[in-house]
C-alpha cells in the first residue's frame, strides 16, 4: 500500500515540475515543429511525394510526433541525474518506500510527461493535412505511452548507473539522436543500404515510429513505410509487441539498477 | 534505562581496499545528543549513511529504535529525519509541495497531514513563504525547511549532518532553539555532526573518530579533562623570579612564552585568587584558559578541527550552491 502511494507520489512530482516547467513545455512543443516544417518546407519539393498518397511533411508528421515522445521521455533520466547532483535523490533514497516503486514512479512520470508532449503535437494534424478520427487518437494514447515508458526506462536504468552529469548527457546524445534517425522518422524504411537497414531494424524505436506512422497513415499491406523484418512485413501489432517486450526488459532492469544503487 | 536507540557492534565499511569504518561500536541513549566528531575522510558521513540505510556495512551489525539497517530499511526510514548539510530540497517545487511530498511518502495520515504541514512551517518561520518556489529561498531558509521536512513525521532519530555550516549565527541561533524545544518536546534523538565547537557543547556525549575508528566518547566535560588541566598565564616585572617562586611554591613546570609564563594547575577557575593573594609576584596581566573540545580534538587526531575542513567544505558549498549550474 505504502508503494502505492510511493508511486503515486513520485510520478505526481513529474507531472508538477513539468507543469511549472513553461520554458520546457514550449521547447518540447517547438523543437519537433521547426523539425517538422523547416525540414518539411525545405525538402518537400526535391523529394515529391513518398508514394502511399502522401507528402514528405505528412509522411515525417508520425515520426516527429515519435521523436517528440522519445525525446521527452529521455529527459526523465536527465532528470534522475540531476536529482543526484541537486541533492533530492538522497531525500528519495531515505524515504520509507522501496527503490522499485521509485523507478516505477519514474518510469511513469517520464512515460506521462512523454505523452502529453507527443499530444501537443497531435494538434498541428490539421495544419498539415492529415486527418485523424477520435479513435486513432485514442489508438495513439497507449502506443505513445508505451514508447516513452520503454525509453524512459532505459533513461532511468542509464541514470542509475552513470553519476556525472556531463556523462550522463554525453552518452544520451550519443544514443539519442542516433535512435531518432535511424528510426525512420525522416526517411522511409525501404531501400536502405544494408549496414542502414541492420541498424534501423535492431532499433527498438524504429518500431514504435513505424507503429505510429501506420496508425497515423494508415497501413495497407503494399504500404511503403512497412518494416521487413526477415522479409516478413510487420504489422501495427508486431510492431507494439517488438515495442512492449523491448519496454517490459527496460522496465525490469531499471527498477532492478535502480534499487541496487547505494 | 531504556534500551538505546541506536546500537552499533563491530560495525565494518570498506570501499575496495579503503577502509572507511574500522570496527566501530557505540550506542546512543534515548533522548540524548549525540555529538560525532572527526576530521574529513575519518568515516563520519559512512557510519551515518549506514544508519540512514543509505550504504551497507561490510560488516557489523547496527539497529536503530530496534531495527535492523540492513534487514528492516523501511521501519528504520521511518524513524529517522535527516538534515545533511547539503540542500536535498526540490528546488523547482514550493516549500509546500517539498513537504507534502514528504507527508505523502512517510506515511503521514491525510487528516494530519495539513495541520502538522502548518505546524513544521510556523515553528521556522516560513508559512508565509509556504508557496514560494524554493530556489528563490536563501541558504537559511532552505535549511529551515529541511529541518521542518525533516520533523514532520516525528522522527525518533533526527540526524543533523553539519546542520549550520555556512549559516549566519543569527540562524544558527533559531535552528538550535528549534532542535533543543523539538527535543524537549517530543524527546527527539538528535545524532549531530559538526565543525562549530560550541555547538558540539550542546551533546550530551561525544564520540570522535579518526582513520575509521572510534578514539574517544564521553561527556564534553570529561574528554575536557582528559586532555589536562586549566592553564594560567601571567605576565610579570620580573618573569625569571616569578618562575622560581611558582615553580617552588607549587611544584609545577612553567614555560616560558616570550614574556609570559605559563603552566598548569587542576580547578584553575579556584585557583586563580589565592594565586595572586599570597604570591608575592607583582603580575601585569593574568588569564585563565580552560581547555576547550578544539584541545581534545587536536591531542585525540593530531589536527584542527576547523581550518582546512570548514574552508574547504564552505567552498565546496558556495561552488555548489553558486556555481552557475543551469539545471535545464
Known amino acids: 500500500m505504502n508503494n502505492l502511494i510511493g508511486v503515486y507520489t513520485i510520478w505526481y512530482r513529474d507531472i508538477l515540475r513539468f507543469w511549472y516547467d513553461k520554458a520546457r513545455m514550449l521547447s518540447a512543443l ?26 514528405f511533411i505528412q ?17 526523465s533520466g536527465v532528470s534522475v541525474v540531476w536529482d543526484r547532483e541537486f541533492g533530492f535523490l538522497k531525500e528519495v533514497l531515505v524515504a520509507p518506500i522501496s527503490r522499485i516503486s521509485v523507478a516505477l514512479g519514474r518510469t511513469l512520470g517520464a512515460a506521462t510527461v512523454a505523452t502529453i508532449q507527443g499530444i501537443m503535437i497531435l494538434v498541428l494534424a490539421p495544419v498539415i493535412k492529415v486527418s485523424l478520427s477520435i479513435w486513432i487518437v485514442l489508438a495513439l494514447l497507449p502506443l505513445m505511452f508505451l514508447l516513452a515508458a520503454s525509453m524512459g526506462s532505459l533513461g532511468i536504468l ?41 541498424i534501423v531494424k535492431i532499433n527498438p524505436a524504429s518500431y514504435g515510429v513505424a507503429a505510429i506512422r501506420g496508425l497515423v497513415l494508415g497501413s495497407p499491406p503494399d504500404s511503403p513505410f512497412t518494416i521487413y523484418l526477415f ?14 517486450a523491448f519496454g517490459f526488459i527496460m522496465v525490469i532492469l531499471a527498477m532492478w539498477s535502480f534499487g541496487r544503487q547505494e | 534505562m531504556p534500551e538505546p536507540i541506536i546500537k552499533v557492534e563491530n560495525l565494518v565499511k570498506k570501499y575496495g581496499q579503503l577502509v572507511a569504518v574500522d570496527n566501530i561500536s557505540f550506542n546512543v541513549n534515548q533522548g540524548e545528543i549525540f555529538g560525532f566528531l572527526g576530521p574529513n575522510g575519518a568515516g563520519k558521513t559512512t557510519t551515518i549513511n549506514i544508519l540512514c540505510t543509505l550504504a551497507r556495512p561490510t560488516a557489523g551489525k547496527a539497529t536503530l529504535n530496534g531495527f535492523d539497517v540492513v534487514h528492516q530499511q523501511n521501519q528504520v526510514r521511518h524513524s529517522i529525519g535527516l538534515v545533511f548539510q547539503d540542500s536535498s530540497l526540490d528546488d523547482r517545487l514550493t516549500g509546500l509541495h517539498n513537504l507534502r511530498f514528504h507527508a505523502m511518502v512517510y506515511n503521514v495520515p491525510a487528516p494530519a ?59 544558527r541561533n533559531h535552528i538550535w532553539e528549534y532542535v533543543l524545544e523539538l527535543r524537549k518536546r517530543e524527546g527527539t534523538t538528535v545524532f549531530l555532526t559538526t565543525h562549530y565547537m560550541d555547538e558540539a557543547e550542546k551533546a ?32 610579570t616585572d620580573d618573569n625569571t623570579k616569578a618562575a622560581e617562586e611558582i615553580k617552588s611554591r607549587y611544584q609545577t613546570a612553567v614555560r616560558k612564552d616570550g614574556d609570559q609564563l605559563s603552566f598548569n594547575v587542576d580547578n584553575g577557575e579556584e585557583f586563580l585568587p589565592v594565586f595572586i593573594k599570597e604570591s608575592g609576584i607583582k603580575i601585569a596581566s593574568i588569564s585563565l584558559r580552560r581547555p576547550t573540545l578544539e584541545d581534545v580534538f587536536l591531542k585525540l587526531t593530531g589536527r584542527e578541527i576547523r581550518e582546512e575542513e570548514v574552508g574547504d567544505s564552505i567552498k565546496e558549498h558556495l561552488r555548489q550552491r553558486g556555481g552557475g549550474r543551469m539545471p535545464h
Open chain 1, 30 to 55: 517547438l523543437f519537433p515543429v521547426f523539425f517538422l516544417f523547416i525540414f518539411g518546407s525545405g525538402l518537400q519539393r526535391s523529394i515529391g511525394p513518398m508514394g502511399g498518397g502522401v507528402d
Open chain 1, 59 to 75: 509522411f515525417m508528421y508520425p515520426g516527429i510526433i515519435g521523436m517528440s515522445v522519445l525525446m521527452g521521455s529521455f529527459m
Open chain 1, 158 to 198: 542509464l541514470a542509475s548507473r552513470i553519476k556525472s552529469t556531463e556523462a550522463f548527457q554525453a552518452i544520451m546524445q550519443m544514443l539519442m539522436f542516433p535512435m531518432i534517425f535511424l528510426s525512420g522518422v525522416f526517411f522511409p524504411m525501404q531501400d536502405l543500404p544494408g549496414w542502414m537497414s541492420f
Open chain 1, 231 to 244: 522479409g516478413h512485413a510487420m504489422t501495427i501489432w508486431e510492431n507494439v509487441i517488438v515495442m512492449a
Open chain 2, 113 to 171: 497531514r495539513n495541520e502538522r504541514i502548518e505546524q513544521v512551517l510556523n515553528m521556522v518561520d516560513l508559512w508565509d513563504k509556504r508557496n514560494k518556489f524554493v530556489r528563490t529561498y536563501s541558504g537559511g531558509m532552505k535549511r529551515r525547511l529541511e529541518l521542518a521536512r525533516g520533523l514532520l513525521h516525528y522522527p525518533k532519530v533526527l540526524f543533523l549532518d553539519e546542520p549550520t555550516l555556512g549559516l549566519d549565527p543569527q540562524t
Open chain 2, 204 to 235: 550530551s556525549r561525544i564520540a570522535i573518530i579518526d582513520q575509521g575508528k572510534l578514539v574517544a566518547m564521553d561527556t564534553p566535560a570529561k574528554l575536557k579533562r582528559m586532555v589536562g588541566q586549566d592553564i594560567i598565564t601571567v605576565r
